[in-house]
């Protein structure tokens, strides 16, 4: 049962544009959410985190937005640049600090020049 | 960056043959953790350990065993290696206190032939 699920497998965007990575959850305690960007043979690192008590948390052309009643969260990517190609994950875990994250599928993201 | 080396790299294996798989950490960190990354299921945890000696499942962990004598090292055994083990192993590591944040080493690449 993927509790975390990420539902487009890729996404091809032009440069310049936004980008809009989306991820579902089912359990309704998850309260922590987090993003990683991940390039071939290398590991996922952390992209941006928000917690349940905000529904939007920014950093520089990242935004992730959080909307709790229908469970889903996304990643926004604005303007997208070629670096940003890659795939991205959501995870998800029950509270802030909280040891064990629950990832999702993953979505490879290809920025068009 | 996070000091994480996992070792081999990449292996080659036989089925039925035994392979273990070595993460070393040098930020003296409490968490470390096991992933595989397969297509189609994202990063799922197969162990993690709080503290050493102190180890507990994920959601994979079946054929897996783990063993953690120091702080620094975290290794992966599996017993007798199928087909079905194929996959990217990630070590991942994560400071007590914080805010969940991983830390991922560049992966292992196991093909059990």
């Known amino acids: 049962d993927q509790q975390v699920k990420q539902n487009s497998p890729s996404l091809s965007v032009q440069e310049g544009r936004i980008s809009i990575l989306n991820c579902d959850y089912t359990n309704s305690m998850f309260d922590y959410f987090l993003w990683y960007k991940k390039y071939p043979a290398e590991g996922p690192t952390f992209l941006i985190s928000?917690?349940?008590?905000?529904d939007k948390n920014e950093d520089g052309r990242f935004t992730v937005f959080l909307n709790k009643s229908a469970k889903h969260l996304s990643l926004h990517i604005v303007p997208s640049q070629p670096g940003d190609s890659a795939v991205y994950f959501c995870?998800?875990?029950?509270?802030?600090?909280?040891?064990?994250?629950?990832f999702g599928q993953g979505t490879r993201l290809t920025i068009n020049p | 960056d996070a000091g994480i080396t996992q070792s081999p790299r990449h292996k080659v294996t036989e089925t039925g043959t035994p392979v273990t798989l070595r993460c070393h950490q040098t930020?003296?960190?409490?968490?470390m953790y096991w992933y595989r990354q397969d297509p189609g299921h994202g990063l799922r945890l197969i162990h993690y350990?709080?503290?050493?000696?102190?180890?507990d499942k994920g959601e994979v962990s079946d054929g897996y065993s783990v063993s953690r004598s120091k702080t620094e090292d975290f290794l992966l055994t599996l017993e007798s290696a199928t087909s079905s083990q194929t996959s990217v192993y990630f070590c991942?590591?994560?400071?007590?206190?914080?805010?969940?944040?991983?830390?991922f080493g560049e992966g292992s690449r196991l093909t059990v032939l």
């Open positions: 928000i917690s349940s008590i905000k």
């Open positions: 995870a998800a875990s029950l509270w802030e600090g909280a040891q064990k994250l629950v």
């Open positions: 991942a590591i994560s400071a007590s206190g914080g805010t969940g944040e991983l830390f």
């Open positions: 930020e003296n960190h409490r968490y």
């Open positions: 350990s709080y503290g050493v000696k102190d180890t």
